[in-house]
């Protein structure tokens, strides 16, 4: 299927170029056409206190939230440079065991980049009951190299 093989990609490219990503233990587990759910190391991200570092948290949000538009560029045949352009988070309680992050967003709207300008995207991850990241991110169009 072909959701296997994208969550598989994202978490390679996730790991080839964000390093942080790979140290954190950061990985896509499922994707479903609809909600990304990604997992990190616990054991990776924890802080003095014996739980996940509220850093670790933001990283892991941000990262799902850039998947799930990676995802969406994927599934309507485009190319795109995601960034996050604004982020907001709130610290619940704290994380004391594996951290599972969930991006659901039944459509994203990239009908900008068709026509070569910026798309905005905002998108809300939990981590369970602990976090909830609102994130707006912006897909900038990929502009061709000239010869």
Known sequence: MMHTQWIQQLTALWHSTIP???????RATDFDGDTLTTEA?????QNLHGTMFAGSIYSHATLTGWG??????QAQGLAGDIVLAE?????????????QCRCTAQAVDLSALREGRNARVSLTVTLGQAARF????????VVPSEP
């Open 20 to 26: 942080i990503a790979a140290q954190m233990g950061i």
């Open 41 to 45: 190391d616990f054991a990776a991200n």
């Open 68 to 73: 799930r538009v990676w995802l969406a560029l």
């Open 87 to 99: 982020g907001q988070i709130h610290y619940r309680k704290p994380v004391t065991e594996a951290p």
């Open 134 to 141: 609102e994130g707006r991110f912006v897909v900038l169009p």
